[in-house]
């Protein structure tokens, strides 16, 4: 990726963690931060809308992208890919907007090596105990799945020393705090200020 | 400096630039951040206490802790000297505390020596014109001053590169967020976090 004005944030978690609920609050609340867009191969849910959930595509058009090297990076969940598609994103940054990427430790790992000044936050549950307990609370999965979902877990946690920012999501209001501080603190790095800087030093 | 839990904040911005009333909020608002206290030779003003303000001492006495090597950086001012004693922040720092250290351009260089890991944040005036307008407004300094001061500022703002974060002090509230946000998000940077993310990653 060519330097840019826009913020890359990437925010990965296990599921259970809360993570969808603090990254929509974030991108509801903020000014000039959207969520990055997925191409998919899966089939649209009841609701989701072309261009603004995913970019639905098949197989072959897919295929294409990755032989193209179109994608930023992509993984395989199952049966079905999801990418963050290059061109999009170089876009939309270089409209100075930032964007929020929702992926897995996989894509984040990729995403890391593509763009490697992207501010990646992972969140935690407080403790194993407490994300069986809110797995169990959400009543959506059987046993078997729970316990696949705690073993994912661990997984997924073991890589936390890949992330910049680690949020243990133990209170809902101080890990969203923590959020919206990262992304804050971000925009005034002195990378980000350098142009802002130079233009002041210029008038004395 | 040994590695320690708490994190080291160092503030520089020219005169005029709004430093002081943005860093007494911080340490008056957030938990667990404090002032760091100097050691000066200069004389106490009215009002000023010992052990809270500085640590008010002698010339042969601050020769003696400069001999051995007992500051994490001093700097002279005119004909007083003021110093960052090394025994004193690490303790404060190993009991968990953060601090807070308001200081020159020349005092801030030498402790990032000291300290690479020292959270450093340059506030800069949104212009020359809007800085020199406030400096008059205070109606404190001759215009020979005034002069000297925007010299002084010019000096300062050319050592924005060395600095992490840097906040343009257009609105006062908006710094201060930015200020605050920079603080929340050192608290759950990795480096801060891996002692916590391991201890829940063993429950797993």
Redesign the interface.
């Known amino acids: 990726m060519q330097s840019h004005p826009g913020n890359v944030f990437v925010i990965s978690a296990p599921s259970g963690t809360g993570k969808s609920t603090l990254a929509n609050r974030l991108v509801a609340s903020l000014d000039n931060l959207i969520f990055s867009i997925s191409t998919t191969t899966r089939a649209p849910r009841t609701g989701e809308v072309e261009g603004k959930d995913y970019f639905f595509v098949d197989d072959a058009a897919f295929d294409e992208v990755v032989r193209a090297n179109g994608f930023i990076e992509w993984v395989q969940v199952y049966e079905k890919r999801y990418g963050t598609g290059r061109a999009w994103l170089q876009s939309v940054l270089d409209s100075g907007q930032d964007v929020l990427l929702d992926i897995e430790t996989t894509g984040a790992m990729n995403l890391r090596r593509a763009i490697p000044d992207a501010v990646m936050i992972f969140i935690?549950?407080?403790?194993?105990?407490e994300l069986e307990r809110r797995l169990r609370g959400r009543g959506k999965d059987s046993e078997a799945q729970v316990k696949a979902r705690?073993n994912h877990?661990?997984h997924e946690?073991?890589l936390?020393?890949a992330?910049?920012?680690?949020?243990?999501n133990e209170d809902l209001e101080t890990s969203y705090?923590?959020m919206?501080?990262?992304?804050?603190?971000?925009?005034?790095?002195?990378e980000r200020?350098?142009g802002?800087?130079q233009e002041?030093?210029r008038?004395?």
Chains 1, 2 share one sequence.
């Open positions: 935690l549950p407080p403790s194993a105990k705690m877990a661990r946690l073991e936390y020393h992330y910049d920012f680690l949020v243990v705090r923590q919206e501080s990262i992304v804050w603190a971000t925009r005034v790095r002195r200020m350098v802002r800087a002041i030093l008038g004395f």
